[in-house]
């Protein structure tokens, strides 16, 4: 359809790093196009090694056998399911959440238990409601925080508290973390696996896509203790050899020299999402404020409409993309996930015409 105004990608508006896309072009003119280790160059995961001991609360990996390149946070996301879920296992899922661990888990012939988050908790996972769904085949619990459709977090105290329910317990953890970087309002991000006694039990999931707008160079990793990460690089070498080896160099001068372009994008999106917060509320679309990622999740219950009813007339009407809250699980239905990695003047033009469209409605 043309003319359409899309909110609905969870990318990046901003091009890559200027010196990121020249690494890039520098690789490929010093003919630097050959398969690289399975686990990806050793540069790089030593720069994404000491970037985590940087960034986040001190986190600590050996690049030698803890920490494997991907491509894409999603196929991290795929091997560590398959690596640990056996047919019959349960995974516990916090939703509404990122569309593909259900999948994903069903792929790997295990059982996917979802939690739903209410807006009351903030769309965070408490402890109770962990502790309720934890049965004798529990296998893996997914955290996606912060989280995409609603922009939940888990700050520190609340990551302890699912600690203390995961104690004594043989259950894996899959921290979903490539959100890591946009928190707002001081908050800064803490790492499951930096929990005590939580490091063990934990993959971490990152990437290049969100922080520094690389999601076409298609580059993520994984982090955790080295037995486990020895079975996941078997499925990552037999499937995929190893990631793209120019998004490889460019990744590593993102890793090592563009942390300035990290706060300058993050910035931005904070800017945008107290913008359409706002304009939600003043919609007469309550709307959670959300505290990481770029999305907001607005309620639409007061229209009367389903999600989907709601997405597919506001499309045909009025031009605008959005995407169903039950796209990313039944809890997330009587709400619409809106992206605001847009520039303000596409925010502002979008939110014109879903005024008008409410005001239609009504009229």
Request: net charge negative; with cysteine; aromatic share 10%.
């Amino acid at each position: 359809m043309e003319g359409v105004i899309s909110l609905g990608v969870g990318e990046p508006d901003f091009d890559t790093p200027y010196s990121v896309r020249q690494a890039g072009i520098k690789s490929l003119e010093e003919g630097k196009t050959w398969y690289t280790a399975n686990a990806g160059l050793a540069p790089l995961r030593e720069g994404i090694a000491r970037y985590l001991q940087r960034r986040f609360d001190g986190l600590t990996y050996d690049p030698s056998d803890e920490i494997l390149v991907t491509v894409g946070g999603s196929e991290a996301i795929d091997i560590a399911i398959r690596t640990l879920v056996d047919p019959g296992d349960e995974v516990i899922i916090p939703e509404p959440s990122f569309v593909c661990y259900t999948p994903i888990v069903q792929l790997a012939g295990g059982v996917p238990v979802p939690i739903p988050t209410r807006e009351e908790n903030e769309f965070r996972l408490t402890a109770q409601e962990l502790k309720d769904a934890l049965t004798e085949r529990t296998k893996l619990l997914v955290l996606p925080f912060p989280n995409n459709p609603t922009g939940a977090v888990m700050e520190r105290r609340h990551l302890e508290e699912i600690a203390q329910v995961l104690r004594g317990t043989d259950v894996m953890v899959l921290s979903d973390e490539i959100y890591a970087e946009l928190t707002y309002g001081g908050l800064k991000h803490t790492p499951f696996a930096a929990i005590e006694g939580m490091w063990e039990r934990t993959i971490t999931v990152n990437g290049f896509s969100k922080a520094f707008a690389m999601t076409g160079w298609r580059l993520g990793y994984a982090c955790c203790p080295a037995p486990i990460l020895a079975q996941m690089k078997k499925a990552h070498q037999f499937a995929i050899m190893c990631a793209p080896t120019v998004s490889q160099y460019a990744a590593l001068e993102a890793i090592n020299n563009c942390d300035d372009s990290i706060e300058e994008m993050k910035e931005e999106y904070d800017s945008r999402r107290r913008y359409i917060v706002d304009a939600f509320n003043k919609l007469g679309l309550p709307c959670f404020t959300p505290k990481g990622a770029f999305y907001v999740f607005p309620c639409i219950r007061s229209t009367e409409m389903s999600s989907a009813q709601f997405c597919e007339e506001l499309l045909y009407s009025k031009k605008i993309a959005v995407v169903p809250g039950d796209a990313f699980g039944e809890s997330g239905e009587g709400f619409i996930r809106v992206s605001y990695s847009y520039s303000l003047s596409h925010l502002k033009k979008a939110i014109k015409r879903i005024g008008e469209f409410l005001e239609e409605r009504q009229g």
